[in-house]
């Protein structure tokens, strides 16, 4: 298992676990095929591989005005949940921060979805905002920051 930069080749399978992750308010395969197209260098997908298929991926990108990280999607396959691969992805986002010396990592989440409020807790995460009706069922995002 090992982390990588994602390839245009990745993204079919990329924004299948999305649509499994994320439903109606994931990203579409077409939005990721402009976000891969137009990718700078501060911009980042990456990609847990196991060899024979991806486990999980991450996108973030680095916000340099405000030295920040900002996580905008992580998705781990429902069959290959609870084995700790999002905090592999997480140690490793937190890192490259560390590389780039950010000052803070930043993400939304919805409200409901527990597992992820508990895993970016974990990490220290805490929230400083919500915003109202965020997501297609009509709940709310959290909007979560973590200082360095
Ligand atoms: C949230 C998500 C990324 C977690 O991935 P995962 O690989 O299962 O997480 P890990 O195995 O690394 O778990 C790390 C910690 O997160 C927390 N956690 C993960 N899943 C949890 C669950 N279902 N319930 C409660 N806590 C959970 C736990 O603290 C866990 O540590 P532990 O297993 O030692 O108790 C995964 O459920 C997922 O892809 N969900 C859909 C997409 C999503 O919600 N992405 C995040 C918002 S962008």
Redesign the pocket.
Known sequence: MFIREAKDTDLEEIAHLEAI??GSDGATLNEFKEFYAAKTHGEFLQVLDDNQRLT?FVGYTHNTDEQELY???????PE?????????L?DHVMRVGQTLKVKKFS?K?PET????L??FK?FGFQQIARINQHNADGSASLVFQLKL
């Open positions: 992750c994320a999980g996580i905008w999607n992580l998705g781990i396959g290959d949940r609870r084995k700790g691969f999002a905090r592999t997480m993400l989440i979805n527990e597992p992820a508990v895993l974990s």
